[in-house]
C-alpha cells in the first residue's frame, strides 16, 4: 500500500520500507493497558483501554514516550489479535478503546476498526498529535466516536524546531476542525463518561506562552467556548530536550498562572486544568510490553 496517509507525504509503499514515520505496513504496539491518568471523563472510575503504537510521524525532541515514539519500542500484532485486544480491554471494563499515537497507521486501522466496531459496546477514541490529512481522517467517520488531539503549535517556526514538522498548524488546526465535524457536540452517560465527542489538549511548554495564548484563543474563536480544552502541565525535560532553548526545565507557577489565567479571561466554559505537580515522569507508563500476547 502505497502511504501518503499524513502531511509528509511519503508516497512510498511501505512493505518495502518503512516512511518517514519508521512503520513498516504491519502495526506494531508497545503496551496496551487500562490507563487512568486520562482526562476523568476519558479514564472514569474504570479506566481507559489505551493501545500504545510504535513510532510516530512527528519527531518531538522532548518526547515523553520517545521510546516508542522515536526508538520503535514494540512488536507486530496482526490484525485479528488487535481486535482481540480491544474486547479484552472491554472485558477488564474499560470505558472506551483509546489508540494512542494512532496517525501513521489509519490506513492499516480502518479495516481493524471497522472489526472491532461490530462487537465492542464501548467508544474507540483517537489520542492523536493531530498532524493529519482531513482526507484521511474522512475515512474514520462512523469508526470513531471521541477525538482527543494535542494541539501543540501555533508557531510553525516553534514546529519545525522542535518536532520537525513542516506548516505543523495549518494541518492540525484543519485536522481539529474535521474532528468536529465528525463527532459534532459532546455526549455524556449518566456517570459523566464520555461518549462521543472531542476534548483538544495542549501541553505548555516552557519559556513558550504567547505560543499557547494564540492556540487557545484560535480554539475559543473557532470551536467557541463551549469546547474542553486539557491544559496540561506535565512537561519534564526529557530525550533530546537539553538541545532547545529554554528546554531544560519544568514549567515555572508563573508561566502556568498566566496561561491558566489566560483560559479562564477567554470564557471557557469547561476544560480540565493539570495540577503543576503532574510534571513527574511517575505519570509516563514503563512500556514492557504488557497485554500484547494472548
Ligand atoms: S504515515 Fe508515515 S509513511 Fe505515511 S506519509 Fe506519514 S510519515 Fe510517510
Known amino acids: 500500500m502505497i502511504c501518503n496517509a499524513c502531511p509528509f507525504e ?16 504491519e502495526i506494531e504496539i508497545a503496551q496496551a493497558q ?39 519500542f514494540g512488536r507486530k500484532v496482526r490484525p485479528e489479535r488487535l481486535v482481540e485486544i480491544m474486547l479484552q480491554l472491554e472485558d477488564q471494563g474499560a470505558h472506551n478503546i483509546n489508540l494512542v499515537t494512532p496517525t501513521h497507521y489509519t490506513l492499516q486501522l480502518i479495516p481493524v476498526l471497522e472489526a472491532a466496531k461490530q462487537r465492542l459496546q464501548i467508544p474507540i477514541l483517537w489520542n492523536s498529535n493531530a498532524y493529519e490529512k482531513v482526507e484521511t481522517l474522512r475515512q474514520l467517520t462512523g469508526l470513531v466516536s471521541i477525538y482527543l488531539p494535542d494541539l501543540k503549535y501555533f508557531s510553525d517556526e516553534l514546529a519545525q524546531q522542535f518536532s520537525s514538522a513542516p506548516n505543523y498548524f495549518k494541518y492540525a488546526s484543519a485536522a481539529i476542525m474535521e474532528m468536529k465535524r465528525q463527532v459534532e457536540e459532546n455526549r455524556y452517560d449518566e456517570d459523566g463518561i464520555l461518549k462521543q465527542g472531542l476534548i483538544v489538549r495542549h501541553l505548555v511548554l516552557p519559556g513558550q506562552i504567547d505560543d499557547s495564548k494564540k492556540i487557545l484563543r484560535w480554539l475559543r474563536d473557532n470551536l467557541g467556548p463551549q469546547t474542553q480544552i486539557s491544559l496540561m502541565a506535565q512537561y519534564y525535560p526529557t530525550y533530546q530536550a537539553e538541545t532547545l532553548p529554554d528546554m531544560n526545565r519544568r514549567l515555572r507557577p508563573s508561566e502556568y498562572q498566566e496561561i491558566r489565567n489566560y483560559f479562564l479571561d ?12 503532574s510534571a513527574s515522569a511517575d505519570y509516563t507508563p514503563d512500556f514492557e510490553g504488557r497485554g500484547i500476547d494472548s
Open 10 to 25: 511519503c508516497n512510498i509503499d511501505r512493505a518495502v520500507k518503512p516512511g518517514r514515520c519508521r512503520a513498516t505496513d
Open 34 to 72: 487500562l490507563h487512568f491518568w486520562e482526562e476523568p471523563p476519558v479514564s472514569g472510575t474504570r479506566g481507559s483501554g489505551t493501545i500504545f503504537f510504535s513510532h510516530c510521524n512527528l519527531r518531538c525532541r522532548f518526547c515523553q514516550n520517545y521510546d516508542i515514539s522515536q526508538l520503535g
Open 266 to 277: 477567554l470564557g471557557f466554559e469547561e476544560g480540565f486544568l493539570q495540577e503543576l505537580s
